[in-house]
């Protein structure tokens, strides 16, 4: 029996990516979207041209009842749950005395407790399968805050931690659960943050490039495969050494 893998927040950049990449080396794969239905319908049919077994699903991922009746519909089309990828998050710039509180609930709502409430239910079928892999996305700011950026900041500190006490709690269980941390990654949404998004994170990253969504895609892939089958808790920064770095005092040294 082949493999399902759902991804959250799937119709666009780097979860697209996420989809794409599982389905081509063999699962069944649940595309998620909150907007855009005719692209994520879109998505799947290209899939199912090419013989791989893919729907699309709705679902504000922040909403329990949502969640239920997506997951309902997954495991009416193909009767189990192998990998959870929690790839949807929203964010919201602006300084934190600014920073409304609807706008927060929003963030954190998406991001921490989609990522909860997508997790238990995946858990609960896995549980009885004695297997799983989940992979949470986490972000460059699982490691330093980012300014203009609190709520956004505060969710995926908070996957972090979530994804280790997920896998301690969920490891008896065979189920494996890890965190990838991307860093600038160019995106849709990322090209439109920064007048020149290349050439202003690439000087600043060791590896002196950015990332792209295939970059977070394989590390995904890797920590959801058999090769991984010892990892779990973890977060495994995509970032090409970005948020490893320190601030030296010594103004002449230069990464």
Do not use: H
Request: hydrophobic share 40%.
């Amino acid at each position: 029996m082949k493999s399902t893998a759902l991804v959250t927040g799937a119709n666009s950049g780097i979860g697209k990516t996420i989809v794409s990449r599982l389905a081509r080396c063999g699962y069944d794969v649940a595309i998620n979207y909150r907007e855009d239905a005719n692209f994520a319908e879109r998505l799947a049919e290209e899939l199912q041209k090419d013989g791989i077994r893919a729907i699309s699903v709705y679902a504000d991922v922040g909403i329990s009842a949502d969640v239920d009746a997506m997951f309902e519909k997954i495991f009416s089309s193909f009767g189990r749950i192998d990998a959870l990828v929690n790839n949807a998050g929203v964010q919201v710039w602006g300084p934190l005395l600014e920073v409304q509180e609807a706008d927060w609930d929003r963030v954190v709502t998406t991001n921490l407790k989609g990522c909860f409430l997508c997790t238990q239910r995946a858990a609960l079928r896995m549980r009885e399968q004695r297997s799983g892999a989940i992979v949470n996305i986490g972000s460059g700011c699982n490691k330093v805050p980012f300014p203009n950026l609190s709520a956004y900041t505060a969710s995926k500190g908070g996957i972090e931690m979530f994804t280790k006490s997920a896998a301690l709690e969920l490891g008896p269980y065979g189920i494996r659960v890890n965190c990838v941390a991307p860093g600038a990654i160019e995106t849709e949404r990322t090209k439109n943050e920064v007048a020149d998004f290349v050439k202003s994170w690439s000087s600043l990253t060791p590896l002196r490039r950015i990332g792209t969504p295939d970059d977070v895609g394989a590390a995904v892939q890797f920590l959801l495969s058999d090769d991984a089958s010892f990892i779990s808790g973890q977060t495994l920064g995509v970032d090409g050494g970005l948020f490893a770095q320190p601030r030296w005092p010594d103004s002449d040294y230069k990464f």
